[in-house]
Nanobody, 114 residues
């Protein structure tokens, strides 16, 4: 039910923007976030944002990534700047609905390589 897009190949130092659209019934009552997963590892939180736009970031991405949400378009965005090779991963959109139910989007691959 979450539709993510925006991954791709980018050179080190470059930028990408990920988008994730959700049904309004989910979006309105969810903390929205992005996780990433390296091969063989568990998913880790990258950033999340509450309905009132309070944000939280992993230390590894602070100052480089920005999460925002559009409460009219029911879409959450992740702006990835100053990308590093270690940011290469599959990125997943996530919704924590009413602090009870987790929804996941399909992954989108971000590859940072020269």
């Amino acid at each position: 039910q979450l539709q993510a897009s925006g991954g791709g190949l980018v050179q080190p130092g470059g930028s990408l923007r990920l988008s994730c659209a959700a049904p309004g019934s989910i979006f309105r009552l969810s903390i929205m976030g992005w996780y990433r997963q390296y091969p063989g590892d568990q998913r880790e939180l990258v950033a999340n944002i509450t309905g009132s736009h309070t944000t939280n970031y992993a230390d590894a991405v602070k100052g480089r990534f920005t999460i925002t949400r559009d409460n009219v378009r029911n879409t959450v965005y992740l702006q990835l700047n100053s990308l590093k090779p270690e940011d290469t991963a599959v990125y997943y959109c996530h919704a924590r609905w009413r602090n009870t139910v987790n929804y996941w989007g399909q992954g989108t691959l971000v590859t940072v390589s020269s």
